[in-house]
C-alpha cells in the first residue's frame, strides 16, 4: 500500500507515514548540516517548513496534525520556561523583570503606534492593536540557550519574567480592541476580564501544585507521571483561554505552579526536555516556517512598507529594550545581548494576535470588499518579521549564551578550588536503591557525570542467589541514573565483612561522600546504629550521610535544617553545607535554618549572593531542635548535621537521635549528615580557612562554592 501510494505520489502528501518520516528526516539533518555552518538549527527548521510548505513547494499541507503538533511545541516553549526558572532568583530579580517587561512592552509599542499612525496611516483603533503586534515575543531561542545549561542566568531570568508580563499587556490589549472593536467594552467587560483572570491564575498556582504533590507520592510509574504533565500544561492552557487570554500565558504558569514538584536533575524533568525539544519544539519550528510565504513581497509596495516598519519598531524597540535593561541593572554586554536575542523574536503571540485582527471585518467597501481591522498587508508583513526576527534571535542568543556559558565554566567551584567530587551509594535494599540515586544526583556540585559510584558488597558465599540479587540492584541504580542523563559506575565486591568493602571502596576510589539508605519499615535498628558508630564512621576524610525517604523528593516543600553549636568549626562542615546547598539549589525548596546566633551570621552573609529561598530561626538549645523536628509537616523533611564523639559539635544527646526519629518521623524524609574530620579531601583554600576559622575568610571561600 505504501509503494502503490509512493508510486501515485502527488503533492502536498497525504500519506501520514510518509509525512511523519519526512518531518523527522529534517529534524534530524537540520542539527547535523546547519551546525558545521555554525547556523542555529532553530533557524534552519523554519526555513525547512517555508520550503515544503504550502507557500513553497506544497511538499506538505500545513493541516491540523501539524498545527496540534506545533501547538504543543508552542506551550512546551512556555512551560519550559516556568519549568526551569529558578524561583529564589526569579523572586529576587521580580522588580527587574517587572522594569524589562515595561521596558518591552512600551517602547516597541510607541515606534509601531507612530509608524501606523502616522505613516501607514491606520485609524487609532487600529494603530494601537498594530503596535501591539511588537511588544510581546517568543522565547523561541530558549531551547538553545537551555541546552548550554545557562538557564538559571540573571539575563534569562529576567527575560523570562519580563515575557510573562509584555506577553499579558500585549494580549490584554488585544482582548480592549477586540471588545472596543464589536462595541463590547464597559464595567462588565473589565470586570469580566480581571475576575476571570484572577481565578485563572489562583487555580493553576495554588491548586495545581496541590494535585502534583498528591499525584507524585502515589505514582511511581514513570510514563504516568509525564502524561499527567502534559495534561497539567494543556489543562492550564485551556483555563487561561476561558479566562479570556492566550493559551501560551497557561502553560507559562502551568510551567511555574509544577517548578518545585519537578527538581532539575531528575529523570522526569529529563524525560520533559528530551521529549519537547525532540518532537514537539522542531514541529512548532517547522509549522511557523510554513506560513512564510516570499512571493508576497514582490507583489505590493504597501507589503514592503508594512514590513519595514513592522522589522524596525519590532527588532528596533526590542534592543532598545534591551540596552535600557542592561544600563539600568549594569549588566555585562553580553547579558545585554542575550536579553535582546531571546526578546526579539516575534512568532507565537503577534501571529495570534494578526489572525484575530484580520478576521474582524469592520464594514464593507462599495464594492463588497471587507475592511479588515488589519489588511493582508500587515498580515503578509508579520510573516517576513517572523522569519527575520526568528533569524536575529537564533545567531544573537545562541553568540551570547556561548561566551557566558563559557565564561561560568570558568568560574565553576572545581575550576577554583580543585575540589574532588566523588559520592559513593552503598545499596543493600532494593525499595532504597531509586530514592538513593535521586539523593546522590541532587546533592551533586559538578556537572561531570562520571562520579557517582553504586557499591554493594556480597558478604557470603559467591553463591548464584547472592550475586544475582547484587547485579539486580546495581542495575537498577544505573538505570535510575541513566534516566536523568547521569552515568552510574557501579562495583560489585566480595567480602567477608561489608563494612571493610566499603571502606576499602571509599579509599581505593578516593569518595568525598557515602549514603547509606534506611528502609521504611526498619528506620534506625539497633545493628545499623552500631554498623554506623562502629563501622562508617570510622572514615575521618568522608561526608557520611544517612538517607530515609518516605516520600519523593520532588514533593518537599521545606527542609528544617539543623545545625548544632560548634558545627563551623569541623573540617567537613562547609563541604557538608556544600550538599544541603545543592538540595536546595536543585529542588527549589526552601531551607530554613536552625541553629545558634553566630552561625546563622555566617549563613545570612552567603545568602546575600545566592540564589535559594531560606529562613533563618535561633535554636538556643538542642532540646528546642528536637522539639521543631517533631512537629514537621508531611511535606517538610528534616537534615540535621551530626557529629561522632570527640569532634568539636557532638553532644552527648546526638545518641538519642535515631530513637527520636524512629518515633516521630517514620513517616517524614530525613537526612543525618556527619561531615568528615580531616582536610584530606578538601581543596587548599578551604584548608587554610578551617585552620584558622576566620569568619570572613570562610564568608569569602563559601561564596565561591556557592557560586
Same mark, same amino acid.
Given at each position: ?130 503596535? &501591539?503586534?511588537? &511588544? ?65 491564575? %489562583? ?185 527575520? &526576527? ?61 562520579? %557517582? ?186 537534615? %540535621? ?46 584548608? &587554610? ?19
Amino acid at each position: 500500500m505504501i509503494l502503490l501510494s509512493i508510486h501515485n505520489l502527488s503533492f502536498p502528501i497525504e500519506d501520514p507515514v510518509l509525512k511523519f518520516l519526512l518531518v523527522l528526516v529534517i529534524i534530524l539533518a537540520a542539527p547535523l548540516l546547519l551546525n558545521k555552518i555554525k547556523v542555529p538549527h532553530l533557524l534552519g527548521l523554519i526555513i525547512a517548513g517555508a520550503v515544503i510548505g504550502p507557500n513553497g513547494f506544497n511538499v506538505l499541507a500545513r493541516d491540523s496534525s501539524i498545527v496540534v503538533t506545533g501547538t504543543t511545541g508552542l506551550l512546551y516553549i512556555m512551560f519550559l520556561a516556568g519549568l526551569e526558572i529558578d524561583m529564589g532568583d526569579f523572586k529576587k530579580n521580580k522588580w527587574k523583570s517587572l522594569t524589562f517587561g515595561i521596558y518591552t512592552f512600551t517602547v516597541p509599542f510607541v515606534l509601531g503606534y507612530l509608524g501606523g499612525y502616522y505613516i501607514l496611516h491606520f485609524s487609532m483603533l487600529t494603530s494601537i492593536l498594530f503596535a &501591539s503586534l511588537f &511588544s510581546s515575543h517568543t522565547l523561541i531561542a530558549y531551547p538553545l540557550v537551555s541546552k548550554l545549561g545557562i538557564a538559571k542566568n540573571k539575563a534569562v531570568n529576567i527575560t523570562v519574567g519580563g515575557t510573562m508580563i509584555t506577553d499579558i499587556l500585549a494580549l490584554l490589549v488585544l482582548a480592549v480592541i477586540v471588545g472596543m472593536s464589536q462595541g463590547d467594552v464597559g464595567t462588565e467587560f473589565w470586570l469580566r476580564l480581571s475576575v476571570s483572570f484572577i481565578v485563572f491564575a %489562583l487555580i493553576v498556582l495554588i491548586i495545581f501544585p496541590i494535585i502534583g504533590r498528591w499525584f507524585f507520592k502515589k505514582v511511581d510509574d514513570k510514563i504516568s507521571q509525564y502524561i499527567f504533565v502534559l495534561v497539567m500544561i494543556y489543562l492550564a492552557a485551556m483555563l487561561a483561554e476561558l479566562a479570556g487570554v492566550e493559551a501560551i500565558i497557561g502553560a507559562f504558569f502551568a510551567g511555574l505552579a509544577l517548578n518545585r514538584l519537578i527538581p532539575h536533575t531528575s529523570s522526569l524533568m529529563n524525560r520533559v526536555e528530551f521529549v519537547g525539544n525532540a518532537i514537539f519544539i522542531p514541529f512548532f519550528l517547522i509549522s511557523v516556517g510554513m506560513l512564510i510565504d516570499f512571493k508576497v513581497f514582490f507583489k505590493s509596495w504597501e507589503t514592503l512598507e508594512a514590513a519595514g516598519i513592522m522589522l524596525v519598531a519590532s527588532i528596533g524597540g526590542k534592543y532598545l529594550s534591551a540596552v535600557a535593561t542592561q544600563k539600568t541593572f549594569r549588566l555585562s554586554k553580553e547579558e545585554g545581548k542575550l536579553i535582546f536575542g531571546l526578546s526579539s523574536a516575534s512568532a507565537a503571540a503577534t501571529l495570534a494576535s494578526v489572525m484575530v485582527g484580520y478576521n474582524i471585518i469592520l464594514s464593507e467597501t462599495e464594492a463588497g470588499e471587507p475592511v479588515r481591522l488589519l489588511n493582508e498587508h500587515v498580515l503578509n508583513g508579520s510573516i517576513l518579521l517572523i522569519l527575520v &526576527s526568528c533569524t536575529i534571535s537564533s545567531f544573537i542568543s545562541l553568540a551570547s549564551a556561548q561566551k557566558i556559558a563559557e565564561s561560568d565554566n570558568e568560574d565553576t567551584v572545581s575550576g577554583n578550588t580543585h575540589e574532588e567530587e566523588n559520592i559513593l551509594l552503598a545499596v543493600n535494599h532494593e525499595n532504597t536503591v531509586d530514592r538513593m540515586v535521586n539523593l546522590g544526583i541532587l546533592i551533586k556540585a559538578h556537572s561531570n557525570t562520571e562520579d %557517582l559510584f553504586a557499591l554493594n558488597v556480597i558478604n557470603e558465599d559467591k553463591n548464584e542467589s547472592s550475586v544475582k540479587n547484587a547485579e539486580k540492584l546495581l542495575h537498577q541504580a544505573a538505570d535510575a541514573a541513566a534516566a536523568a542523563d547521569v552515568k552510574m559506575q557501579t562495583l560489585k565486591r566480595y567480602d567477608n565483612d561489608v563494612i571493610n568493602g566499603v571502606n576499602n571502596v571509599i579509599k581505593e576510589q578516593d569518595i568525598t561522600d557515602l549514603i547509606i539508605g534506611l528502609e521504611d519499615e526498619k528506620g534506625f535498628s539497633p545493628s545499623f546504629v552500631y554498623n554506623l558508630y562502629n563501622g562508617y564512621l570510622q572514615n575521618d576524610d568522608v561526608n557520611v550521610l544517612v538517607y530515609h525517604a518516605a516520600q519523593p523528593l520532588s514533593t518537599i516543600r521545606k527542609y528544617a535544617v539543623m545545625i548544632p553549636e560548634n558545627a563551623h568549626k569541623e573540617a567537613g562542615f562547609f563541604h557538608a553545607l556544600l550538599r544541603v546547598w545543592n538540595i536546595a539549589r536543585n529542588s527549589g525548596a526552601t531551607m530554613i535554618f536552625y541553629a545558634p546566633e553566630n552561625i546563622l551570621d555566617i549563613l545570612q552573609k552567603i545568602i546575600k549572593k545566592a540564589n535559594i529561598e531560606a529562613e533563618f530561626i535561633i535554636m538556643n538549645t538542642w532540646q528546642d531542635g528536637e522539639r521543631t523536628a517533631t512537629r514537621l509537616k508531611d511535606d517538610e523533611a528534616l537534615i %540535621l548535621f551530626m557529629a561522632k564523639r570527640g569532634m568539636q559539635s557532638y553532644i552527648p544527646q546526638m545518641r538519642l537521635i535515631p530513637e527520636l526519629l524512629n518515633r516521630y518521623l517514620n513517616d517524614n524524609n530525613y537526612l543525618l549528615i556527619f561531615p568528615f574530620s580531616e582536610f584530606d579531601k578538601n581543596s587548599p583554600e578551604i584548608r &587554610s580557612v578551617g585552620n584558622h576559622g576566620d569568619f570572613v575568610e570562610i564568608g569569602n571561600v563559601i561564596q565561591k562554592i556557592f557560586k
